[in-house]
């Protein structure tokens, strides 16, 4: 035991300098290992393989590189939801137009649109830790696919190698990928959260919006344009979307109709897991790189948040509400306000009591009081909704939850 310890750790001293010689003439890197360990302690590297496989030894490691994966990627996931915690402190009070459609909908907190990403991203923290669960069940021992004769201790290598506890079928074991799909669709969804928000953010810059600016360092040129400052670290993250796509779709397709137990296709599970995991860990660091370096133009969004009737749906809430209507009676009345003001010209607030009153002689002044953007949020005080106040605990909440 102490000579295979000590070959071992002089063969990972030898790889991680850069020193180990592989020989292609050998089957495959444990082979070129066993092979090394019997030049340096001789026959003993004979023991090596007892009561294991390169079945279970290579499930047991993809295992143990996923879970110390899923913690890095936790980690980029925490550092970029505390900076939307952070933008989302700023602009408790800035208003911004809420969308459906791509239309103006009703007004919201600037904070209120950040905090709803971080909703997002605390999910997939979830999703990510959630896989913990599988990913602690230790495979070594399974052998091939039926366990081994020798006389082992399933349990005392799952407490060393710091899992939960052993699988429970030998078969299953070294035929399971599950946990390989539960990290490339964590990795999926995440992807789409990234792209989503991107693409907003792309909208957000555009010449026609013009709600934010994206910092220099953040935008290229065009090769003919010298005016042009082009989103596309933006395009970027939303386009390697693609990527997760095609790399849990080539899962699904491998293991589709894969019979138990072990056969060669499965190999091309740890390139489409290190290909999600790398590109996983870009995206979340260049989404955060770009949160931080974002400028609001916040009169142009107070200045969007007025226009389309913004506040009509508190307008048909006050007919329900203090006029006692039905919600569907409240609803077109509201409609026929609407029309007149458009052919006016006239935003809500702008037209004048007796012009209502035309409309719906119960009316009175203060009508106008919920005509207000800042009124309008303010009165969404539902658990959730976007009232200022709402904001502030939502905020505190989120800071504890992800401290």
């Known amino acids: 035991k102490d000579k295979i310890l000590w070959g071992l750790k002089r063969i990972q001293n030898e790889i991680e300098k850069k020193n180990f010689k592989f020989d292609e003439n050998l089957e495959d890197i444990h082979m070129n290992i066993e092979n090394r360990l019997f030049e340096l302690i001789g026959n003993d590297a004979g023991y090596l393989h007892s009561a294991r496989s390169r079945n279970d030894q290579v499930v047991t490691d993809l295992k143990l590189w996923l879970k110390k994966s899923t913690v890095e990627i936790d980690s980029l996931l925490l550092k970029l939801i505390k900076s939307l915690i952070k933008i989302s402190e700023k602009n408790i009070f800035s208003i911004m137009p809420g969308f459906t459609h791509l239309k103006n909908a009703q007004p919201i907190s600037l904070a209120h649109y950040f905090l709803s990403n971080v909703e997002m991203f605390k999910r997939d923290r979830f999703r990510f830790s959630s896989n913990m669960k599988s990913l602690n069940q230790n495979p070594l021992g399974a052998g091939a696919f039926s366990g081994t004769s020798f006389n082992i201790d399933r349990w005392y290598t799952t407490k060393k190698l710091k899992f939960e506890e052993p699988t429970n079928n030998s078969l299953d074991t070294v035929s399971d990928r599950d946990f390989v799909l539960d990290f490339l669709h964590s990795s999926l969804v995440c992807s789409l959260h990234i792209s989503r928000i991107a693409e907003e953010l792309i909208i957000w810059n555009s010449d026609a919006f013009n709600l934010i600016?994206?910092?220099?360092?953040?935008?290229?040129?065009?090769?003919?344009?010298?005016?042009?400052?082009?989103?596309?670290?933006?395009?970027?993250?939303?386009?390697?979307?693609?990527?997760?796509?095609?790399?849990?779709?080539?899962?699904?397709?491998?293991?589709?109709?894969?019979?138990?137990?072990?056969?060669?296709?499965?190999?091309?599970?740890?390139?489409?897991?290190?290909?999600?995991?790398?590109?996983?860990?870009?995206?979340?660091?260049?989404?955060?790189?770009?949160?931080?370096?974002?400028?609001?133009?916040?009169?142009?969004?107070?200045?969007?948040?007025?226009?389309?009737?913004?506040?009509?749906?508190?307008?048909?809430?006050?007919?329900?509400?203090?006029l006692q209507y039905p919600f569907r009676k409240a609803y077109l009345q509201t409609a026929k306000i609407i029309n007149f003001a458009e052919k006016k010209n006239k935003k809500l607030h702008e037209l004048e009591l007796k012009e209502l009153n035309k409309i719906e002689p119960k009316l009175t002044a203060d009508v106008y009081k919920i005509l207000d953007l800042y009124s309008s949020i303010n009165s969404k005080k539902s658990y959730g909704g976007t009232s200022f106040e709402n904001v502030k605990k939502m905020i505190k909440k989120a800071k504890i939850k992800n401290d």
């Open 213 to 322: 600016t994206l910092n220099d360092k953040l935008v290229t040129g065009s090769s003919i344009m010298p005016q042009k400052k082009n989103p596309d670290p933006l395009e970027y993250l939303r386009g390697k979307t693609g990527t997760f796509i095609g790399n849990i779709n080539s899962m699904i397709s491998i293991i589709k109709g894969l019979p138990l137990s072990y056969f060669k296709d499965l190999q091309d599970d740890k390139e489409l897991v290190f290909k999600s995991n790398d590109q996983l860990n870009i995206s979340l660091s260049l989404l955060n790189d770009v949160i931080k370096n974002i400028v609001f133009n916040k009169k142009k969004m107070l200045s969007l948040a007025g226009i389309g009737f913004t506040t009509a749906t508190d307008l048909t809430d006050y007919m329900v509400r203090e």
